[in-house]
């Protein structure tokens, strides 16, 4: 049986069984009062889609979730994975699916943490961006994945986000995996067959939660 096909096989079977996935705990913590609104959407993207979320970071990076708990900060601060010893910072007023994006953004540098060794001129958002297109689709769909890639692409920063995006959009699927692979064996870790499969397991996209007021 091909490779790609029992890692395409295995997606899906994560997928099948994410309903019932004991996802780490993560904790979205207002910075004001006024702020606990955009804390509650973030709570709902969560509890909606949160085993998903991991489910897909854990089946393309072929790595398990190093941690069972996260704390997020949600306010007027720009969004950061944090630290180690630190909480994730989450911005409020990011629209749903930027919400969304950026949830899985931020814990998906916290998942990659545990590759201490990086790949030579490849910095943490071109490592990043080997899987988090496929996360998003795994997750959401492909047409909301490429619709963030533009989104991210459009962000002005000290960082070049747009050149990053651009660097990853010009692999082939072959040329990600090889340098993914070859990541996992710089930190013993095993081949990883997934990164190649296309994201064909994408989930309908859900409608928005109903949020408390």
Known sequence: MPNRY??????????HAAAAYAQPTVEFVASTPAHESAARAYRAIWEQDGARIIAALEARTCMKFPETSVAAIVGDEVSDSGGPEHPMSLRASYDLDVKRATLVHELAHRHLWQLAQRLDDVDGHHTLYLILERV????????????????????TATYDYAAAWTWASKLTVDE????????????????????????????????SAPLTP
């Open 176 to 207: 990600r995996g090889v340098l993914w692979n070859r990541l996992l064996t710089m930190n013993d870790k095993p081949y990883c067959y997934a990164v190649y499969v296309e994201p064909r397991t994408a989930a309908v996209r859900p409608e």
């Open 6 to 15: 029992i890692a395409f096989i295995s997606i899906a079977a994560a997928f």
């Open 136 to 155: 998003w689709a795994d997750v959401w769909g492909p047409e909301f994945a490429a619709a963030r890639v533009r989104g991210e692409s459009t962000w």
